[in-house]
Structures are given as structure tokens and as C-alpha cells.
């Protein structure tokens, strides 16, 4: 990895793939023919794309019950224990609906309320995650949203896998459909004879999925639409380079555009991850992912001091931050712009990926600046209450009806008038 | 104004301007233009556009002293006691970073953290709104960003209105810079000589402001893209028609598309409001931009009983809800879908687009079933924060590596492992 003197210029090498003028022009014949075909269009797409003609898009219970037979035990309870650390967490993020009451008698306050339905999209094939149900399901369903409907392509043999329909079950999805691709966003956002239309969608996806969120956007709410992953290690020269190079690693190993980028006060510490992460990477099965991650995208900052590398961090706005420093955990007040912040040396990036209970749906590509974690306020809106009594309206009317005549409104004022004992 | 009894099959007859190819092909050279340009690009599309060649972007504090010259003292006042009672309900929003800690020593929690910096885009011309300059100012102060720019489209005599500049400076911006349309969105998001780029977007504007914020999300954050505005009306026999025509008058004053609906149980109601509004249409000065509104857009719907017309307005999920019924308060827990609830015959809407305190940025086009007013929430972002003990750390190890490889992640399981004592 190269070594560079942290300067005036940082920026992580970031890249997202927003799709080719052909992408969407796919991705827009598919949603339209959805629309008009419904049921049909989504079996044909998928004999097209999934190589299988099903009869049925909905997953049965006994495909539910097949499923637990091929997992394991220990596997489902760890799926069990991981699901409830992601629903313990969730729920403290929960908001009650409040109100202020006035001496005048006037109410003000927020509802919130449930998103009546939600669409998960859970990819197929290699990249089938089990933790990506755990991570979108369960916060839907700690917001109190009624419907959680899941899609996901079929293998050729027509099933999901079986890992992917015990993490719904066990997160309590109660309605499942074999139907992936664009094919699945356009089904969600309008409906076809099986599937009725949702109010938001999230989970990730190819390109062309991510290119037909971005075309629903507005007739539906979606998530983010996610970048390839990235990890910053923040450390000083108490941290361990093998532990660090490890860290490093199990980002680069998921996408040939994941960014790894250590930040350190310690040159010792920047040589010595450089060579272990060259060790690591030799003995590692996804190498051939990691690899060409880490020589475009990967980096190893020095700064001269902490403040110098914690400002470091906030130009950078990683998606998962590491912070192994001494007094790790007070750092964090400087720290402005992060999706994640995993503290200490226990705290290694999978520990969050999987089990902890914070989401692991965070924002790429320097949106950490705006974004936050997938969250329950993700799927709840707020709608604001105003009761305003007899007497405050008395005392205010004047001045609001004489606000809406300075911006030329006069409908407004006689709104306020027509109420008015002058 | 057309009456239906309420059936199946209700929507808001609805309206949102996407833009031609051509405006869009004009929005994308505009941001080209500047992003290459600069401020000498903002010049010549302020001549060009709102025809007057500028010297200097910014507004200087002796055209701040002058707005107040220019604004009546009463009308100060106004604005100041708005302002005052929009913050004091946006501070009650505000929440704390949190941590939970368990007796492990594990600490998990989400940190809360401002927006370094906002933009506000606030509209040239006849639709110069000093509440707008309020409603998207001050939650962003109250989130704590440090940093909030606006931006306004001159006149041609190179000035800003006095109103919009005293509502600046009253709720406090101290960057303003008199440039308007897609090259002021392409400088907020991408920087120029004087303008420094900014985290998010936020503010109406015309179709090539609103096209513009598409094009530049994603590198920056934007706030809604707003559609027409929205009313619906849900009253009982108690309620009085000449209000409510008056209340349904002042949307379609707005815009000939806004769409101003009745939803009551009481038929008689409903004919006397029909005629009432026939009535002051013919006496309101906004009369060719409400009557073509009110004969698009408008509806009167009657339904059998409450329950019954409580479910028509969660199918249209309007941006505003007047609710003025017997014991209107208690009906608010079945209300799912509306932007802000106004409850009672002293609740005029006009008292909560200027003045009560919540937000008159709302979710239009049936996004209220998705959406929520502006808020603050809206200005800050949470990381998730993830100290695990080295005691959680050993207890769990084995089963967060085995959760990594059931989905074929080496690297993952041995960034575990690099720490773990077997």
C-alpha cells in the first residue's frame, strides 16, 4: 500500500457506478412492461434473467420449513441472537409522538406514525446475506411497519436460499416473492396481480437494481443508493499492524472498488500494516477481489498529530471508521463525519457487520457528510399538529393576516378574516 | 366545486411538473458551465437570465441596513415574533446523542452531529416569501450548522427584497449571495471563487432550480422536490362552510394546479361549501390562478360516517389537513397520511404557514405517506457508535466468524480471529 504525508488535498478514490445510457434504457423497458403485464411480465423476465419459469412467485411455508431443515442449528440461533441485538438497539432509537400544551389552551406537536408497507430487495446469487434481511427487516418492524415484503431472485432450481428464508422468518417477514432484478422495483412500486404495491423500498442491489430505485424515486420512498464499500482505520502506534491489516482486508475482499485507507501518527505503524497487509492478501481466498481493491483504492495516511488525523477522517467521511487510539472513546467529539465508529481494538468492523445490533446499511461514498445508518426513523414520518385555540388565534390573527398580505397572499388573509371578530 | 360520493377508488387528482428533455439538456449545461466557469459563469447567466450584470455576488451589510429602512417596523416585528416561535418549536426536536452500557463494558449508541454547512434557495420575483427564508433557515439553525449560505436571484436592479433580506438576518444567515436559478444550485453544490460549496440544498424554486437539485443530489443532499400545493378539509355538519371555502380558496391561490379538497360526512355541508366558494372566487384578486385550480383540481367528497371519511384522507395523503369536527382532536390516531394536521376552526391554515411555529415545508403529491415537514432531523446526521469489551469480544468471536463464512467472507472471520484468543 502506498504511504502518503496527510496535505491540504485528501479525498478518498471513490467511484460509483451509476449505469450506462443502455442500463437504463433496460431498466426503463422493464418497469413499463411491468406496469402493463403485471404477473406475466415479471415470470417472463425472470425464464429471461433467472434461467426458471415458475408458476408461482410466493414463497410457501413449506419452502420456509425445507429451509430450516438444510441450516444448521447453531447457524439459526446465531441468526436468532443477531437479529435480537439488531431489534434491542433499534428500539431505543424509538420516538413517541409528542405534544406541548400552552397556558392559552394551543397544542403543537409531532405525529409519528408507521409507514404502512415496506419492499426489501435481498440480492441472489454469491452475494445472498442472511445479515442484509437481519439489517433491513428489523428496523421496518421496530418502526411498527404492518407489511415487510421481501423479493429476491430465484436460483435455477427456483428456490431462494435457505439461509436468506430462515433470517426472514426469524425477522419476522410474512411475505416473500421469488422475483429479483428491476423486474422486483417496478412490482413493489406499482403492484401486478400478486404483489400489491409498497410505500418505500430498500436493500441493495446490481446496477440495474440500483438503477430502478433511482427511477421509482418519488412514486415510492427508497434507501440510499449504496457505493462499494469503504473502511478508514484511525490509529495511533498502540494498535497492532496484523489486526489493522486484517481490518483492511475484509473491506477489500467485497468489491474490487472498496476503499481501505489507514490514518496513523505513526510511520512505524504505516510500514508495518503495508507489509502485513501484502502477507495477509497472499493467503486470502478472495484475493483476487482484494487485491486490485487495495493497489487502486487503497491508502495509508500520516499526520503529524491526533487533531491532524482526526480532520483527516472528517475530509475523508468513511463509511466505517475504526478508532484504535489510546482514549479511543474520547476522540469521538471531533469526529464530524462517519457512518460507523467501531472504538477500540475489540470493536473490529464484523463485530458490527453482523452481530452488535447497530445497522450495518450505512452511507458510501462521502455521503456520511449528510447520511446516517439505516435507522427506525427510516421507516416512520412525522406529520405536525397544530391546534390553535380560540384565544391565541384572537390575539395572533392580525399579525398573520398581515403576513400573508406582505407576500402578496390575500386568500390566505381572508382565511385568517373569515374567523376574525375584529 | 364538484361533489362525489366517496368510493373505492380515491386519489388526489395530481400534478408534478418532471421538466421537458430540453429544460433538463439546459440544467445539465448550466451546471457544466459553472463547475468549469465559476463565478465568471454566474455573471453571464445573471445577465443572461434576471438581466442585470453584477459586479459582486454578495450582499453587503449596508444592503441589510437599507431592507430595514425599506420594511415597515410593525412588519419587523412580525417576522421576528415568527421566527421566535419557529425556533421554539424546532428546538423541542432536537435530541441527544445516546449510549447504552452494559455490564460487559460493551457501549453502543448513535452519535448526533450537525451538517457542517446548508444552502437555502430562496425564489426571485413575485414569489419572494420571507417565510420561506424562515421555515428553511431556522431548523437548520437549530440543528447547529455552522455554515448556512442563501442564495436569491436579483432583480434587475441588482438588489434582493427588503422583506427576504430582513428575514435573512432576523434568522440568521450570514452568507448571501444574489444569484438564482440552476447556477445557483450548481454553485451551492460545487463551489465557485466566492461561493464555497455547501453539504445540502434545501428551498423552492422554479422547474430549473428543482431539476437542478436532481442532478446534484447525491454529491450534495437536497430536500424534497415540492409539487403543487395541497388541502384537504375533513368537517362535519359543526364545521361552517364560509370557512371552510375560505380555507380551500387560499391553496388555489398559489398555483393553478394546487388542489383543494373537501372530505366531509355531512352533504349539506358540502353543497352550501360548493357555493361559497363560487362566491368569494369571484371577489379574490389571485382569481385567474384559483378558479382554474379550484375547476382542475378541486372536489367535494361526502361519506357515510367518519371512519369513512378518515380513510379517504389517508388514501389522498394531502401536504395540509384541516380537521374541524366534533372533538376534532381525538380523531388525529387514525389519521396516518397528511403533512400537518390542523385541528379546529381556529386553525386556519394560514396560521401554520406563517406563524405558530411548525413548518410550512411539507410533503405534496401523496409523499406524506413516506414523508415529513422539514424539520431538524433534517440538518444533523447519526453515526453509530460501536465499543465492544474485549469480554463481549471473546464471548461472541466464534459466532461472528461463523456468521462471516456462512456467507463466504474469509477476510471477515479473520479479522475476528486476529484478535481472539482461542
Given at each position: 500500500?502506498?504511504?502518503?504525508?496527510?496535505?491540504?488535498?485528501?479525498?478518498?478514490?471513490?467511484?460509483?457506478?451509476?449505469?450506462?445510457?443502455?442500463?437504463?434504457?433496460?431498466?426503463?423497458?422493464?418497469?413499463?412492461?411491468?406496469?402493463?403485464?403485471?404477473?406475466?411480465?415479471?415470470?417472463?423476465?425472470?425464464?429471461?434473467?433467472?434461467?426458471?419459469?415458475?408458476?408461482?412467485?410466493?414463497?410457501?411455508?413449506?419452502?420456509?420449513?425445507?429451509?430450516?431443515?438444510?441450516?444448521?442449528?447453531?447457524?439459526?440461533?446465531?441468526?436468532?441472537?443477531?437479529?435480537?441485538?439488531?431489534?434491542?438497539?433499534?428500539?431505543?432509537?424509538?420516538?413517541?409522538?409528542?405534544?406541548?400544551?400552552?397556558?392559552?389552551?394551543?397544542?403543537?406537536?409531532?405525529?409519528?406514525?408507521?409507514?404502512?408497507?415496506?419492499?426489501?430487495?435481498?440480492?441472489?446469487?454469491?452475494?445472498?446475506?442472511?445479515?442484509?434481511?437481519?439489517?433491513?427487516?428489523?428496523?421496518?418492524?421496530?418502526?411498527?411497519?404492518?407489511?415487510?415484503?421481501?423479493?429476491?431472485?430465484?436460483?435455477?432450481?427456483?428456490?431462494?436460499?435457505?439461509?436468506?428464508?430462515?433470517?426472514?422468518?426469524?425477522?419476522?417477514?410474512?411475505?416473500?416473492?421469488?422475483?429479483?432484478?428491476?423486474?422486483?422495483?417496478?412490482?413493489?412500486?406499482?403492484?401486478?396481480?400478486?404483489?400489491?404495491?409498497?410505500?418505500?423500498?430498500?436493500?441493495?442491489?446490481?446496477?440495474?437494481?440500483?438503477?430502478?430505485?433511482?427511477?421509482?424515486?418519488?412514486?415510492?420512498?427508497?434507501?440510499?443508493?449504496?457505493?462499494?464499500?469503504?473502511?478508514?482505520?484511525?490509529?495511533d502506534e498502540t494498535a497492532r499492524a496484523n489486526e489493522i491489516a486484517a481490518d483492511l482486508l475484509s473491506q477489500a475482499e467485497h468489491d474490487a472498488r472498496a476503499c481501505?485507507?489507514?490514518?496513523?501518527?505513526?510511520?512505524?505503524?504505516?510500514?508495518?500494516?503495508?507489509?502485513?497487509?501484502?502477507?495477509?492478501?497472499?493467503?486470502?481466498?478472495?484475493?483476487?477481489?482484494?487485491?486490485?481493491?487495495?493497489?487502486?483504492?487503497?491508502?495509508?495516511?500520516?499526520?503529524?498529530?491526533?487533531?491532524?488525523?482526526?480532520e483527516t477522517v472528517n475530509k475523508l467521511a468513511p463509511e466505517h471508521l475504526e478508532v484504535i487510539m489510546e482514549n479511543a472513546m474520547e476522540k469521538i467529539g471531533k469526529?464530524?463525519?462517519?457512518?460507523?465508529?467501531?472504538?477500540?481494538?475489540?470493536?473490529?468492523?464484523?463485530?458490527?457487520?453482523?452481530?452488535?445490533?447497530?445497522?450495518?446499511?450505512?452511507?458510501?461514498?462521502?455521503?456520511?457528510?449528510?447520511?446516517?445508518?439505516?435507522?427506525?426513523?427510516?421507516?416512520?414520518?412525522?406529520?405536525?399538529?397544530?391546534?390553535?385555540?380560540?384565544?391565541?388565534?384572537?390575539?395572533?390573527?392580525?399579525?398573520?393576516?398581515?403576513?400573508?398580505?406582505?407576500?402578496?397572499?390575500?386568500?390566505?388573509?381572508?382565511?385568517?378574516?373569515?374567523?376574525?371578530?375584529?
Amino acid at each position: 500500500m502506498k504511504i502518503i504525508q496527510v496535505n491540504e488535498d485528501i479525498s478518498l478514490k471513490r467511484s460509483v457506478d451509476s449505469g450506462t445510457e443502455e442500463q437504463r434504457a433496460i431498466v426503463k423497458d422493464i418497469i413499463g412492461a411491468v406496469k402493463s403485464g403485471g404477473d406475466q411480465a415479471l415470470f417472463d423476465f425472470t425464464e429471461k434473467f433467472d434461467r426458471v419459469r415458475l408458476s408461482s412467485l410466493t414463497v410457501t411455508d413449506a419452502e420456509i420449513e425445507e429451509a430450516y431443515k438444510e441450516v444448521p442449528n447453531a447457524t439459526v440461533e446465531i441468526i436468532k441472537e443477531a437479529a435480537e441485538n439488531i431489534r434491542v438497539f433499534h428500539e431505543k432509537q424509538l420516538r413517541n409522538s409528542w405534544i406541548t400544551t400552552e397556558k392559552n389552551g394551543t397544542m403543537l406537536g409531532q405525529k409519528v406514525t408507521p409507514l404502512d408497507s415496506v419492499g426489501v430487495y435481498v440480492p441472489g446469487g454469491t452475494a445472498a446475506y442472511p445479515s442484509s434481511v437481519l439489517m433491513n427487516v428489523v428496523p421496518a418492524q421496530v418502526a411498527g411497519v404492518e407489511r415487510i415484503v421481501m423479493v429476491s431472485p430465484p436460483g435455477q432450481d427456483g428456490k431462494l436460499p435457505a439461509g436468506v428464508l430462515v433470517a426472514a422468518k426469524e425477522s419476522g417477514v410474512k411475505e416473500i416473492y421469488k422475483v429479483g432484478g428491476a423486474q422486483a422495483i417496478a412490482a413493489l412500486a406499482y403492484g401486478t396481480e400478486s404483489i400489491k404495491p409498497v410505500d418505500k423500498i430498500t436493500g441493495p442491489g446490481n446496477i440495474f437494481v440500483a438503477l430502478a430505485k433511482r427511477e421509482v424515486f418519488g412514486d415510492v420512498d427508497i434507501d440510499m443508493i449504496a457505493g462499494p464499500s469503504e473502511i478508514t482505520v484511525l490509529a495511533d502506534e498502540t494498535a497492532r499492524a496484523n489486526e489493522i491489516a486484517a481490518d483492511l482486508l475484509s473491506q477489500a475482499e467485497h468489491d474490487a472498488r472498496a476503499c481501505s485507507v489507514l490514518v496513523t501518527t505513526s510511520r512505524k505503524l504505516a510500514e508495518e500494516t503495508a507489509s502485513e497487509v501484502e502477507k495477509q492478501l497472499a493467503v486470502l481466498p478472495r484475493k483476487e477481489i482484494a487485491a486490485p481493491a487495495i493497489a487502486d483504492y487503497g491508502a495509508i495516511y500520516v499526520a503529524e498529530t491526533v487533531d491532524e488525523a482526526i480532520e483527516t477522517v472528517n475530509k475523508l467521511a468513511p463509511e466505517h471508521l475504526e478508532v484504535i487510539m489510546e482514549n479511543a472513546m474520547e476522540k469521538i467529539g471531533k469526529i464530524r463525519h462517519a457512518g460507523a465508529i467501531f472504538i477500540g481494538r475489540y470493536s473490529s468492523e464484523p463485530v458490527g457487520d453482523y452481530f452488535a445490533g447497530p445497522n450495518h446499511v450505512l452511507p458510501t461514498n462521502g455521503t456520511a457528510r449528510f447520511s446516517s445508518p439505516l435507522n427506525v426513523d427510516d421507516f416512520q414520518k412525522k406529520s405536525s399538529i397544530i391546534m390553535y385555540s380560540e384565544q391565541a388565534f384572537n390575539e395572533n390573527a392580525a399579525k398573520i393576516a398581515a403576513f400573508a398580505r406582505l407576500e402578496g397572499l390575500e386568500a390566505h388573509a381572508r382565511s385568517i378574516e373569515a374567523r376574525f371578530k375584529k
